[in-house]
């Protein structure tokens, strides 16, 4: 019982000295300095890839030859608003929302180089 309310006794000095040292600031800064770097590491790269893919598509015209997200591959022959019109064989024409297309493997005949 006496080895009960010894630890009993202690019990409130030992939390008094466990609390942190320092200000408001020095305890935020390793969250704000993880924040950082997972924007410089994963959000940065990923805009810049991002607009590279926009402006692809601003600049795809008739004839070009492209890659669809699921791996069809084509040559523009109308560019509407939305959507390419996309022929994939001789007689063979889909119609294919603009964010779908992955890359372009030629522009008006000239072969692109992959970055």
Do not use: C, W
Request: zero cysteines.
């Amino acid at each position: 019982m006496t080895n009960m309310t010894s630890l009993l006794t202690t019990l409130p000095v030992l939390a008094q000295t466990a609390a942190p040292q320092g200000g408001g600031l020095v305890t935020f800064l390793p969250l704000v300095l993880l924040v950082g770097g997972m924007y410089f590491l994963m959000i940065a790269p990923q805009r810049k890839k991002q607009k590279a893919h926009e402006k692809m598509l601003t600049e795809l015209q008739s004839g070009d030859e492209v890659v669809t997200t699921g791996g069809i591959y084509g040559t523009i022959t109308n560019v509407k608003d939305d959507r390419f019109v996309i022929r994939i064989a001789d007689t063979t024409k889909v119609e294919v929302g603009k964010g779908f297309i992955q890359s372009v493997t030629k522009r008006n005949g000239v072969v692109e180089e992959k970055k």
